[in-house]
């Protein structure tokens, strides 16, 4: 009997330690896994895509029971071969902003007990309490999709004629009334972001309360957020997750923060600034709200969404350091309204339902992951996904739209969830 007891508290030591662990580099063989199959593999599948054009560049970061097993970069920022990717780059985020910026201090305010997933939101965003289409959506169906919100309002129209900027809306120096910076020598009025607002609450539901992907509520989440806080967006984002995390790269407008980092350069924007977009949100909406949004915005490298990611896979939990409770982690990665065909979570994104029976080809992610698994993908070609089953952290960063979004194939050739797929092979093995 105590022999069994001691066993026990070494055993509760030792899980629990693993729980709060820091992630640290070791070999594939720490983890009982193949080196030279893993990197023949991946090497193979990134000399691919960049051979017929996926992206110039990107790097791979895997992490597997706390270790980093797998960290390597491909390529360069640009075709022209003169910068190599390096593994400390700075990536534009895109959509893994929705993850990893509003999320996590929506997840913390919903502990708090100032959020209610099943209320309606107009309870906290009163511009839709009269509006019948919205007035009775709730924050879970926003945050799984589910709310019938199209999913996409292009704002640039608003500040374009003719293919001519409207000086009322940009400016080419910066003053009180227009501080928001999109670019350089480009600043937005201050009050377009009401214009924002005033388009989202003349919006519509369609009342189908079927899956429908949308963007559209993540532009009012920073808002939302520092309304309940009495604290700016990012301050709180910053003090409360990243810096506490150890984050150094993580958040917004990397040109301000002098970064020794190298910024990866996404799209040559041919249609508004008429340059290489390096250092400035890719994301339209988010670069009229001045480069700070819920949908886009976040720059960072990958070590730093590797802890993020290996935080959420260990509970809420690292380095010793409390995020969330484990039925807060649970709650919002579980799939929601699987009745529906939805396969989402909270904000996260889920394998698709009966993933497991597809071939490589149809599924997504990777065929392999376990129906735990959640993560998200960005449209400048970023991907990050947590597997707690198979304790596996997957982080993939390129820029796909370099020179222009039209290069897709990144998605014919499938590179993520092949990527993916040779760890999970490597595992089973």
Excluded at 275 to 302: E, I, M, R, T
Excluded at 369 to 388: I, N, R
Aim: proline content about 5%.
């Amino acid at each position: 009997m105590i022999r069994f007891k001691i066993f026990t508290i070494l055993c509760l030591l030792f899980y629990g330690q693993t729980a709060s662990a820091q992630l640290s580099y070791n070999t594939p063989e720490s983890v009982g896994l193949d080196s030279t199959y893993i990197k023949s593999n991946v090497d193979s599948i990134m000399h691919d895509a960049i051979t017929q054009k996926a992206f110039p560049g990107a790097q791979l970061l895997v992490a597997k029971q706390g270790e980093i097993i797998f960290h390597e970069a491909y390529g360069f920022h640009t075709y022209d071969s003169i910068q190599k990717v390096n593994l400390d780059d700075v990536y534009d985020l895109a959509s893994v902003t929705k993850i990893t910026g509003p999320l996590p201090a929506l997840m913390r305010l919903y502990e708090e007990g100032k959020l209610d997933l099943d209320a309606p939101f107009s309870n906290y965003w009163t511009d839709w309490k009269n509006k019948k289409s919205k007035k009775d959506i709730t924050l879970r169906e926003l945050l799984a999709h589910q709310s019938g919100l199209k999913p996409y309002i292009a704002f640039l129209g608003e500040v374009l004629k003719n293919g001519k900027v409207k000086k009322r809306f940009i400016k080419t120096e910066k003053s009180k009334r227009f501080s928001n910076q999109f670019y350089n020598n480009m600043y937005v009025k201050n009050k377009f972001k009401n214009k924002v607002y005033r388009k989202i609450k003349r919006v519509k539901a369609d009342g189908k309360k079927e899956y429908l992907y949308s963007g559209i509520a993540s532009l009012i989440y920073p808002q939302l957020i520092e309304d309940i806080t009495g604290i700016p967006y990012t301050s709180y984002i910053q003090e409360t997750f990243y810096k506490p995390l150890g984050c150094t790269t993580l958040g917004y407008l990397p040109k301000d923060k002098n970064f020794k980092n190298a910024i990866v350069p996404t799209e040559i924007d041919t249609i508004f600034r008429k340059q290489l977009v390096k250092g400035w949100v890719h994301d339209d909406n988010a670069g009229l709200l001045g480069g700070v949004s819920g949908n886009a915005g976040l720059f960072g490298c990958a070590t730093d969404l590797a802890k993020y990611m290996q935080m959420l896979v260990q509970n809420g939990t690292y380095a010793g350091k409390q995020y969330f409770k484990p039925e807060t982690i649970k709650e919002f990665t579980r799939i929601q309204y699987p009745e529906n065909n939805n396969r989402r979570g909270l904000g996260f994104d889920k394998p698709l339902i009966g993933n497991d029976t597809l071939s490589i080809k149809e599924a997504y992610p990777a065929p392999q992951v376990s129906p735990e698994s959640f993560g998200h993908a960005g449209f400048t070609g970023t991907f990050v996904w947590a597997d707690p089953k198979n304790e596996l952290v997957f982080v993939f960063l390129s820029n796909r739209v370099y020179p222009s979004r039209t290069h897709r194939n990144i998605y014919n050739l499938n590179i993520r969830p092949k990527l993916q797929q040779v760890f999970y092979t490597a595992l089973k093995d």
